[in-house]
Structures are given as structure tokens and as C-alpha cells.
């Protein structure tokens, strides 16, 4: 079982940046793959970003490269999202989950642990 606790949203104006955190309970956290998803307001949820179990693997989706950065701190059980040059295109609930495997899931049905989101609101 892994609880997984997302802070660091909030309101930005275009161009700024902010960092999401997401904090794992468990001894066991380096057997995850991590994603971040969001889902704006009637839209489905999409996968953002996703880093492998070592962190040497990464994805992003394209409309993020260059922008985002995910990263992760196995000793700190945490997960990172820094997103730089936001737009207003990028406000969402942003969700962080945890996937047991190698490779980093695609899709939300591949992950089977879920933080309760955390609400990035990006004004023009």
C-alpha cells in the first residue's frame, strides 16, 4: 500500500513557474514508477510527465517538453514537478500516481495508487 500526498499548487500568472511535491508513504517507493496527470475541467486525465524506478528514464507528453521537469528523490520518497514558462492552457487539477514496474505507465489504468490532486490555476 502506498499513500501519496501532492503539495506546492496554486495561482500563477503566465510565464511563472511552480513545483508540485508528491510524498510516498512506504519503505517502498523505489519499486514505483511515478506519473503526473492532469485533468482540466471537462477534459479526460492525461499523463504530463512519468520517470522510471531510478529516475534515469523519463517521459514527457509534447506539450510540456522543454517547459516541465520530473524528478525524484528515492531517499526522500518524493516526487517532483517543476514547471517553468506556464501558460493558461496548463490550469488543472494536477494528480501524482504510482505504478509497481520497470516501465513507466502511458495511461491512467496503469497506475494503481493516486494522490488527491493538487490545483494549478495559471492566469493570463
Known amino acids: 500500500q502506498v499513500q501519496l500526498v501532492e503539495s506546492g499548487g496554486g495561482l500563477v500568472q503566465a510565464g511563472g513557474s511552480l513545483r508540485l511535491s508528491c510524498a510516498a508513504s512506504?519503505?517502498?517507493?523505489?519499486?514505483?514508477?511515478m506519473g503526473w496527470f492532469r485533468q482540466a475541467p471537462g477534459k479526460e486525465r492525461d499523463l504530463v510527465t512519468g520517470?522510471?524506478?531510478?529516475?534515469?528514464?523519463?517521459y514527457y507528453a509534447e506539450t510540456v517538453k522543454g517547459r516541465f521537469t520530473i524528478s525524484r528523490d528515492n531517499a526522500k520518497n518524493t516526487v517532483y514537478l517543476q514547471m517553468n514558462s506556464l501558460k493558461p492552457e496548463d490550469t488543472a487539477v494536477y494528480y501524482c500516481a504510482a505504478r509497481q514496474g520497470l516501465r513507466i505507465g502511458l495511461t491512467e489504468y496503469e497506475y494503481t495508487y493516486w494522490g488527491q490532486g493538487a490545483q494549478v490555476t495559471v492566469s493570463s
Open positions: 520517470i522510471s524506478r531510478s529516475g534515469v528514464s523519463t
Open positions: 512506504g519503505r517502498t517507493f523505489s519499486s514505483y514508477s
